[in-house]
């Protein structure tokens, strides 16, 4: 099963700011169900990455498009499949 990564660029920082509780909370109903693999905060405050683990590329896909901040339109979202190379 491939990943899948939300690269999501703040572009309201205010905005972001207030709806943060919200983005969590959203990834936190996907991170118990395990279908996120991983995600966190870029060091500078420009950001974050999400890493998916699902079935299908569209499911992912409507997870990252209905996140509040991207709903909300405080960050921009690159979103790619990706393969893991470790232990190949």
């Known amino acids: 099963m491939p990943y899948f990564i939300a690269f999501l660029q703040t572009v309201d920082p205010e905005k972001d700011a207030a709806i943060l509780a919200e983005h969590k909370a959203y990834l936190d109903k996907y991170i118990k169900e395990g279908k996120i693999f991983a995600k966190g905060p ?10 998916y683990h699902t079935e ?6 409507q997870i990252a498009l209905n996140d509040p901040v991207i709903k909300e339109k405080s960050r ?8 893991s190379t470790l232990g190949e």
């Open 76 to 83: 921009t979202m690159i979103f790619k499949a990706w393969k």
């Open 42 to 51: 870029f060091l500078d405050h420009s950001g974050g990455l999400i890493i």
């Open 56 to 61: 299908t590329e569209e499911e992912a896909y």
